[in-house]
């Protein structure tokens, strides 16, 4: 769960920058575009390259962050122009935010190599959360590095400082968030062994193609990422966001499924004592409202009658499968005269005694308690679900709440292509010579024309362009006008090429430079900073 990954920033996408919701029509304030996922595979060590952003929504159920944006308060400019594009359950994070209640942010590096700006976009949005109020948390994945890649533990401190260094640069603050490598944090170790309890070989197969050839310590390295993913609600449930790139997301989904497992209560919508799957269940209340009550005995709608119903229905106005359909039907004649009520139930998942009886005893109202659940009457949804947490939390649990997630794409090489840490033209690294800064601006591919003349003619294709990423992901800050404006006179033949480089290297030296001062000054920061900068398992 690396914020991005350090070998490779994979990006094939382009971005024209600006602000979120607008087209790129003519002079539409600009965005980043979207476009194919290559028969994804979405792999946090390999080389996942994702062409079209719009089949993520499709293929993983990543949800567009515009349909979010207008509930963030004060969205960051990455937001704002879309280089932010997807999220996963971001609405309680951003609603923590607007009413200033308990929020964290989380994401993590894994030093195999210097940090670079495609890293500068996880370091923005760690720090924005911070400044926004959330708890902010960023880790050294030392223990990934060293099983997942082979990295010394001398090489990873020299890297860890160094990431360390530039995310205090750019304006983390240690005394109000937590900096901690992955191998000296005992708590998360302890977490990570008991989340092991509930994964298994087969699903990491499923998910992370491991097979027998596995190293025991990858595998390990999978349920500490978990384990990092959850840490911020050891001391109390609250709404998470881990800023990643898309390549990460097989971890962000296996940390909510393990988040859920380890919850003592599920709370689920039911309609009568037996469990139904949600395709049953939907059946079972579109009957419900489509009968009244008052046409049976006694105005009771029974399971009987629901049955009935169903029975008496042309299967070709029955919109399930054969086998959903019989299964209801068996569920509903077995149940016979009970009746058929809207309930809200709490499921015994892993409760201990002591917390099942603390629950039955906290459900205020109308409820029967059967040998593993309760069911309640006079409690919505989300009530019963902040019940429950609280019960659990009382009671030893953790009441983790689902991690959500938003994802960025990834920045083009500044040769074309993907931008590589293998390859030095291709990525500015945080560290780089400010003038060495400037010549791989100056060197970059661009969206430019065949000729000055037909430039002016057709416009730029900022689009297609590394150099206005480099505005649109960076150089613009927050200044969306300035972005708007770089793009409208690319688009419109009025800046050509040559200059719009020329100004891109000017403020990227200028940026390095201010950059590396801000490290130095920082130094001391960091020495006093709650973090072990030299690994206890080194050897000289």
């Not at 979405?42 to 990543?62: M, N, Q």
């Amino acid at each position: 769960m690396t914020g991005d990954d350090p070998r490779e920033e994979r990006t094939e996408p382009r971005s024209d920058g600006g602000a979120a919701g607008a087209d790129n029509e003519g002079s539409s304030t600009p965005r980043a575009d979207g476009g194919t996922v290559d028969d994804i595979a979405l792999d946090p060590w390999g080389s996942s390259s994702v062409s079209d952003y719009r089949k993520l929504f499709e293929e993983f159920g990543i949800e567009e962050f515009d349909e979010v944006l207008e509930e963030v308060p004060n969205p960051h400019y990455l937001m704002r122009r879309g280089v932010i594009f997807g999220h996963r359950d971001y609405r309680p994070v951003a609603r923590a935010l607007r009413n200033d209640e308990p929020a964290a942010v989380l994401s993590g590096f894994m030093p195999t190599g210097d940090p670079h700006i495609g890293h500068k976009l996880v370091f923005d949005e760690i720090i924005w959360h911070q400044q926004q109020g959330a708890d902010a948390y960023a880790l050294i994945a030392d223990l990934e590095a060293n099983s997942a890649r082979g990295m010394s533990w001398a090489e990873i401190d020299e890297h860890a400082r160094d990431y360390l260094l530039s995310l205090l640069a750019l304006g983390f603050d240690p005394e109000e968030g937590e900096l901690y490598r992955q191998s000296t944090n005992r708590e998360l170790q302890d977490l990570a062994f008991e989340l092991g309890a509930d994964a298994n070989f087969s699903e990491f197969q499923s998910i992370y193609g491991f097979d027998g050839e596995t190293d025991v310590s990858h595998m390990q390295s999978v349920v500490t990422q978990m384990a990092d993913i959850l840490y911020p609600q050891l001391e109390e449930p609250k709404p998470t966001v881990i800023p990643v790139g898309p390549d990460q997301d097989p971890h962000v989904r296996l940390a909510r499924d393990l988040a859920e497992r380890m919850r003592f209560f599920k709370v689920s919508e039911a309609y009568a004592s037996f469990e139904l799957e949600p395709e049953e269940r939907d059946l079972v209340v579109e009957f419900y409202e489509r009968l009244e009550p008052a046409d049976f005995d006694d105005d009771t709608l029974r399971c009987v009658h629901v049955a009935e119903a169903l029975e008496e229905t042309p299967l070709s106005k029955i919109d399930v499968a054969a086998d959903v359909l019989s299964s209801v039907l068996t569920k509903l004649n077995e149940a016979g005269m009970e009746p058929i009520r809207p309930r809200t139930r709490f499921f015994d998942r892993r409760a201990t005694d002591d917390a099942f009886d603390a629950l039955i005893d906290a459900i205020d109202g109308e409820k029967r308690v059967y040998e593993s659940h309760v069911d309640a009457f006079d409690i919505d949804l989300e009530a019963a679900e902040e019940l429950a947490r609280e019960v659990e939390v009382d009671n030893g649990g953790h009441g983790f709440q689902p991690p959500s997630s938003i994802y960025h794409r990834f920045m083009t090489g500044l040769t074309g292509g993907k931008m590589s840490s293998s390859i030095p033209a291709s990525h500015i690294s945080l560290l780089d010579d400010p003038e060495d800064g400037y010549d791989k601006v100056k060197a970059a591919s661009t969206g430019g024309r065949e000729t000055a003349e037909e430039h002016r003619e057709l416009g730029g294709r900022a689009d297609e362009c590394p150099v206005y990423e480099l505005y649109a992901y960076l150089l613009s800050g927050d200044d969306d006008e300035f972005a708007k404006r770089v793009y409208d006179e690319c688009v419109g033949g009025e800046r050509l090429c040559g200059d719009c480089k020329e100004q891109a290297a000017q403020l990227m030296q200028e940026f390095l430079e201010d950059h590396q001062e801000k490290r130095e000054e920082v130094e001391e920061l960091l020495e006093d900073a709650d973090i072990e900068l030299e690994s206890p398992r080194r050897r000289e």
